[in-house]
């Protein structure tokens, strides 16, 4: 299995409100929080290291590519 990386969500639109929706009253702390145990989560669920390489690698070249803010 490789990583999916075109669009493969249903709705998401409706995944990103729900994800906007789960860190709504959080502290900054607990939003870290949130995000680590959600990718532990997921990661957990992909259960492949081969995927979850690709997905990491592939996340941090899109950040390190991004303009500093």
Same mark, same amino acid.
């Given at each position: 299995?490789?990583?999916?990386t075109?669009? /493969?969500l249903?709705s998401p639109?409706?995944?990103?409100?729900?994800?906007?929706?789960?860190?709504?009253?959080? +502290?900054?702390?607990?939003?870290?929080?949130? /995000?680590?145990?959600?990718?532990?989560?997921?990661? /957990?669920?992909?259960?492949?290291?081969?995927?979850?390489?690709?997905?990491?690698?592939?996340?941090?070249?899109?950040?390190?590519? +991004?303009?500093?803010?």
């Amino acid at each position: 299995m490789s990583l999916i990386t075109d669009p /493969n969500l249903d709705s998401p639109d409706d995944f990103y409100e729900a994800l906007i929706a789960a860190h709504d009253g959080l +502290a900054e702390p607990e939003s870290h929080a949130l /995000n680590a145990r959600l990718v532990l989560l997921l990661a /957990n669920h992909i259960g492949s290291l081969e995927v979850l390489r690709e997905a990491l690698a592939a996340a941090r070249l899109d950040a390190q590519s +991004a303009p500093a803010s």
